[in-house]
């Protein structure tokens, strides 16, 4: 053995495993802002096209595919007031904010070498905006402002348009802030940054399943949605990007989606994203009427606990029906994720770092706020059974934390 | 059954640990420290112990074990309690063993108080030490296989892997909630079992280097974090015979990057004391790093009830060094430990493990406060 660098082998005729995998166990799902399951429209669009042929090629089997990934884009344009021409379809939300964020600032630099184009952000962006922000102004690409929230996690659109340059290629605010459901008003923001000819770029991640997203009406020029935060698939996701908006592909390869994502269509994704997006947009007046009632109970019940804060805009209608986000005296993030989970409900705390950890949150410091936090979010499946299986085990697992008490039943 | 959290590193042991928990019928819960805060770029595979590939081999095996898996932030205490003295008490001319540091104060500290305060009996680890029944209890000399209040530390069943040292400074009471299940193993048994369980860690290299230094390199490390404290390197007799940039580059016994050029009568010269506040390094030939006995201020007796004075022991100074035999004595409010035959390199800050006489059961531990050194140094006799 010894300090030789050490290469993974792993056996590939693994004996059985010592124990068989945990059953699924009855968790209370209060973490659909991580992952919503998808809708059955989704399911069933997923499966009937997962056999498709490859979506580019020539023949009809191909043109067969293609129609699905068409039609999907009808859908997400739809969904969103945008030209069919303008959805870009990714893996994910974290390549569609790369690829507005990096693609847009690369195509400035093109556009006028001399010039360093010049990038505002706010500093409660999800790391999928951040880090490649971060990224391109430690290469030099760009020169980056961060603009700070107000303490209820929401943007003040004066002050970024106040960090504006005449050298600013792009700014991007979220639509809603994942950990507290704070909503900014993009459309405001979009419309006032127009006149400047400066283009603007949403992450609507988190927004999209509960809130009305008109990027059209907005104004926006790129726009990131993610398919498993609104009832489609997990390792989908679209940029809007205006037609007129240069971008610089991340990916280059066969050309696919106008040049701009290469990479053979994932036609059976695409086709879920579409269908999850329509049935999301049908049923998300409804939805919102379901919800209120499930997040005011949630707060309610966590309010009647002593030492908890709720985080966020005091305005109802200016955060997402989905997110009830408090912090909590008296208890630490890793016990009080630990204990709920042990409790069957299923939470969660700060962002996930890469290994795993509570990693602690980057918005809550933006926002100065202190305290242990914990995010309850509802979905299109949540129910009024669980809210209140979550509030009695709250109510039983908090006390006994803070007291040295709680034991795993 | 006990409720055991185990602290699974990502290496085979603390993996073959978990497994022969779950065997034994415990309700088992993995746990993997996010400690030392290391930068993917300097992340070096197989070395250290908190690289994202170690997170996820641990994840794979608590997966393969079937028991459920959680990452623990411990950052801040590990900061607190292990990173930053390890700079402090180089840049204080003194040797610290930071993963004595790391048990005595996050895993028997942070992290048990946590376990306990979520209802676990026990925290297990990977560690090749072992624990048995205590003398005058009815089971006495049995391994223990459930958390035992009569627990005490020995030796683990591999000499040439045994970790008692490392773990010599935990309390009779944590001991009572320490489970070491692979401490009657060697490490061959550990790695085949590995193998038959199917954990793909199974041949994964031990690591040896400080988890927070992955590439070894100590001095690099401390460079980065100690500002330059430049002083004379000076010879028994005072003469200067060159220069430092910070007693922190030196260990007392080192020979090796002196950067002295031989002279007529030594060629080999090492590293007899290090002087802090005068800046000052005094290297001598070996025999001046002869040293008939330590103190130690503070031990954490392992035992109950403690050592008496005049105890005939055995002392160990180091991670894999002989245990040599000792009498105890109290002085002051701590201990000398004085040596039948002289030890060689002793240094301050160094802990010092203490074992029965018969070299099985760790006694405690403690840090190394005053050692002797050579007559005529133009330093203070003891660094008291």
Known sequence: MGAGRYRRRVPLDLPPLGAEPPPDLPVVDLDHAASTPPRPEALAALHDALTAANASAAHRPGQAARERVERAREAVASALGVSPHEVVFTSGGTEADNLAVKGVVWAARERDPARTPHLVTTTVEHPAVLAPARWLAERGDCTLTLVPPRTDGTVDVERVLAAVTPDTALVSVMAANNELGAVNDVGALATALAERDVPVHSDAVQALATRDVDAGAWGVAALALSGHKLGAPQGVGATVLRRDLPVVPLAHGGGQDRGVRSGTFATGLIAALGAGLTAAVADRPALRARLAPLADRLADGLAALDGVVRSGPDDPSARLVSHVHVRLDGVDAASLTFALDRAGVATAGGSACSSGADAGSHVLAACGLLGTPLRLSLGWTSTDADVDRALEVLGDVVPRLRAGTWTPA | ?384
């Open chain 2, 1 to 384: 059954m006990s409720r055991v959290l185990v602290a699974m590193s990502g290496g085979v042991d603390s993996a073959v640990a978990a497994a022969l928990l779950v065997d034994a019928g415990h309700d088992v819960t993995g746990v993997h420290l996010k400690l030392a805060e290391v930068a993917d770029a300097d992340q070096v595979p197989g070395h250290g112990c908190c690289t994202l590939d170690d997170a996820q081999d641990a994840r794979r095996a608590a997966q393969v074990l079937g028991v459920p898996f959680y990452v623990w932030d411990l950052t801040e205490a590990f900061r607190t309690h292990v990173q930053e003295p390890f700079a402090a008490r180089y840049a204080a001319g003194r040797t610290p063993n930071p993963c004595v540091d790391c048990n005595e104060q996050v895993k028997y500290a942070a992290l048990l108080e946590r376990a306990v305060g979520l209802g676990f009996d026990a925290l297990a680890t990977g560690h090749h030490a072992a624990l048995r029944v205590g003398a005058g209890h009815p089971d006495a000399g049995q391994p223990v296989r459930t958390p035992h209040p009569a627990a005490t530390l020995v030796r683990g069943a591999d000499a040439a892997k045994d970790q008692s040292y490392v773990l010599s400074v935990a309390t009779p009471p944590q001991l009572a909630r320490t489970l070491l299940p692979i401490g009657e193993l060697t490490k061959g048994e550990v790695r085949r079992l590995a193998t038959e369980r199917g954990l793909r860690v199974a041949a994964k290299p031990d690591s040896y280097d400080v988890c927070f230094v992955p590439d070894g390199d100590t001095a690099g490390y401390l460079a980065g974090h100690l500002d330059a404290a430049p002083g004379d390197i000076v010879d028994l007799d005072g003469q200067v015979l060159g220069e430092h940039d910070g007693v922190w580059r030196y260990t007392v016994g080192q020979r090796r990057n002196l950067g002295l050029r031989p002279t007529a009568t030594h060629h080999r010269r090492f590293v007899v004391d290090l002087d802090p506040t005068s800046r000052t390094v005094v290297v001598g030939p070996r025999d001046a790093l002869a040293c008939g006995w330590f103190e130690v201020d503070a031990p954490s007796w392992a035992v109950t009830p403690p050592p008496a004075d005049g105890d005939r022991v055995r002392v160990q100074i180091r991670a894999h060094a002989p245990a040599v035999v000792a009498t105890l004595h109290r002085v002051g409010t701590g201990w000398r430990a004085t040596l039948d035959v002289p030890l060689h390199g002793v240094a301050l800050g160094q802990v010092a493990a203490v074992y029965d006489l018969g070299d099985r059961t760790c006694l405690g531990g403690g840090r190394i406060t005053a050692a002797q050194r050579p007559a005529g140094l133009p330093l203070a006799a003891s660094a008291r």
